[in-house]
């Protein structure tokens, strides 16, 4: 438990689309129908199904499906966190700009005196 894990969340979303965009791409790959000499289910001593990389051969865009509609809840917790930013920022302007009419200048020169 952190104490603001809704920040932490936000904060971690861009990352998180990132990543599951890369194993959506590398499950895409896995769907197309290529045999074990073109892409093979172990890379040396790594079994590949263990990150989520399983040829499903016939059935191959259900498992796909699934993780679009799961990478989803990242994108719009992406998205959250971008317009909470887009506020953020907004509302930094919008007090600079409230405190701007009562910055008063004056100038030292007198009307009428020309300048050397």
Same mark, same amino acid.
Request: with cysteine; hydrophobic share 40%.
């Given at each position: 438990?952190?104490?603001?894990?809704? @920040?932490?969340?936000?904060?971690?979303?861009?990352?998180?689309?990132?990543?599951?965009?890369?194993?959506?791409?590398? #499950?895409?790959?896995?769907?197309?129908?290529?045999?074990?000499?073109?892409?093979?289910?172990?890379?040396?001593?790594?079994?590949?199904? #263990?990150?989520?990389?399983?040829?499903?051969?016939? =059935?191959?865009? @259900?498992?796909?499906?699934?993780?679009?509609?799961?990478?989803?809840?990242?994108?719009?917790? =992406?998205? @959250?966190?971008?317009?909470?930013?887009? #506020?953020?920022?907004?509302?930094?302007?919008?007090?600079?700009?409230?405190?701007?009419?009562?910055?008063?200048?004056?100038?030292?020169? #007198?009307?009428?005196?020309?300048?050397?």
């Amino acid at each position: 438990m952190m104490p603001n894990s809704r @920040q932490a969340c936000l904060r971690s979303s861009p990352f998180l689309v990132l990543y599951a965009e890369a194993l959506l791409v590398m #499950q895409y790959i896995y769907g197309l129908d290529l045999n074990d000499s073109e892409l093979p289910d172990k890379i040396e001593t790594v079994n590949l199904a #263990q990150i989520g990389l399983v040829k499903y051969y016939n =059935l191959s865009y @259900q498992p796909l499906l699934v993780k679009i509609l799961y990478t989803v809840m990242f994108w719009v917790t =992406l998205r @959250q966190y971008v317009e909470e930013k887009r #506020q953020e920022a907004n509302r930094d302007i919008a007090e600079g700009v409230m405190m701007e009419p009562f910055n008063i200048s004056y100038s030292t020169s #007198q009307p009428g005196v020309p300048r050397p």
